[in-house]
């Protein structure tokens, strides 16, 4: 790389951060998640905004030559923040709710995963790409029962249900879809593999690597906390032996005809729950790469997007998917957790704290992009979908607070209104 190249990274790359925490800075002060703000930076970066408008700016400041290198260090970033939803999810424990955790998760699962499914078999034909039918209906049913754990904690944070019940059963919840999706993923970009090698040995190196991690690594690297190995290394030795774990899972799963981002979730999934550890890493990791890599992740993401490409049909698609997005895991979750004795209100919050997508959507579709599961005008339609479908979490959540509230007022408010009423 000359001079001149570096120098051009470097200038694209502090524009990209610059641009990307603008925008995660302007949608929190109105209450929504940063990492929306983040992927709508990123797309107006494209040809959506930036490269309709200003062509020349855009080539100025984000030049075709600096690509592939926002590219690399987006995969990097993809590493880092794999590794951390690994560590997070395992995080959620299901604990005494079992039942209730297994039938919400798994009716927030399977209905979006099934509506999925029936929205790849009538769009097929518009949309259709040069793979098997049956990864492009099972990876379209697994990018809409996708759920961002994520943002999902982020929300509850911010809402201050972190450490309610509440909050508790949809992590939890949350947890067990993730893994179930990521896994399901997995197999299906086997499938979908334009190697040389056989999807059904890509399938049995996929199936392996996972066993050899839980029962293996996993276990093994308890009987290393129990015998007090990580607390006589110091913090930046641990931070550097899962980096570099993480990096080599990546480069294997890779290596066998998935993605990279397999790798590191598992080992994420598989290290041990030290308090001082797993603090450690997801701090000094996530500032890396939510600071610097990600904002890279969005603009590659976001130049692949191209708002101008969708006619009218695309238009009722999008419609189409949001509907199906959002009613699979609300109704999907809501009806399993009023069986198991929550109360409406409830059951419906949960639906709606579980069909938040953000970042993780995105994951998948550019996992999805990769492995030529989805046209360049699906690719957009789908992530328009996790935009819409994660901004419409916070005004529903509202919602349901307002009506909790006004249906529980009457009680109180109904002996005032008739003494008002009599006075007059």
């Not at 959620?92 to 919400?104: E, M, S």
């Not at 059904?200 to 690597?209: C, G, S």
């Not at 990096?247 to 981002?261: D, P, Q, R, S, Y």
Request: charge should be positive; proline fraction near 5%.
């Amino acid at each position: 790389m000359n001079s001149a190249l570096l120098s051009q990274v470097l200038l694209s790359l502090a524009f990209v951060v610059a641009v990307a925490r603008l925008g995660g800075f302007l949608l929190k002060r109105v209450g929504q998640p940063a990492v929306v703000g983040e992927i709508l930076a990123g797309i107006l970066l494209g040809p959506s905004l930036l490269g309709l408008l200003a062509p020349r700016l855009a080539h100025l400041l984000l030049p075709a030559e600096v690509k592939p290198y926002l590219t690399l260090l987006a995969q990097l970033g993809l590493v880092i923040f794999m590794l951390i939803v690994g560590i997070e999810v395992e995080l959620a424990t299901v604990g005494r709710r079992a039942p209730t955790v297994g039938a919400v998760a798994f009716g927030a699962a399977v209905l979006p995963f099934l509506l999925g499914i029936l929205f790849a078999l009538v769009t097929w034909r518009w949309y259709a790409v040069q793979v098997s039918r049956v990864a492009f209906l099972l990876y379209i049913g697994v990018a809409v029962a996708v759920t961002a754990f994520p943002v999902l904690a982020r929300i509850l944070r911010d809402r201050g249900l972190a450490t309610t019940p509440m909050g508790s059963l949809a992590l939890s919840c949350a947890a067990v879809i993730d893994v179930a999706a990521w896994l399901l993923l997995a197999g299906v970009i086997a499938l979908a593999g334009k190697t040389d090698r056989s999807p059904w040995l890509m399938l049995i190196l996929a199936t392996a690597f996972v066993l050899v991690m839980l029962l293996v690594v996993r276990p093994g690297l308890r009987a290393l906390q129990r015998r007090g190995t990580f607390a006589k290394m110091s913090p930046q030795a641990v931070l550097i032996a899962v980096l570099v774990a993480s990096v080599l899972a990546a480069c294997f799963t890779e290596k066998i005809g998935l993605h990279t981002i397999f790798g590191p979730f598992m080992v994420g999934l598989c290290l041990p729950r030290v308090p001082s550890v797993v603090d450690m890493v997801i701090d000094r990791a996530a500032d890396v790469s939510s600071g610097l890599l990600l904002p890279a992740f969005f603009v590659v993401a976001g130049t692949q997007v191209d708002v101008r490409a969708l006619r009218a049909r695309d238009l009722g698609v999008l419609a189409v998917v949001v509907v199906l997005s959002m009613s699979g895991k609300i109704f999907g979750a809501a009806g399993p957790a009023r069986l198991t004795g929550l109360s409406l209100r409830d059951s419906l919050t949960l639906g709606v704290l579980l069909s938040t997508r953000g970042l993780t959507e995105l994951v998948v579709l550019a996992v999805g992009a990769a492995a030529g599961l989805l046209t360049p005008t699906l690719y957009t339609i789908l992530v328009i979908n996790a935009v819409v479908t994660t901004l419409a979490t916070g005004p529903l959540l509202t919602l349901i607070e307002r009506s909790g509230a006004r249906a529980a007022r009457p009680v109180a408010d109904q002996r005032p209104v008739s003494v008002t009423a009599s006075r007059r």
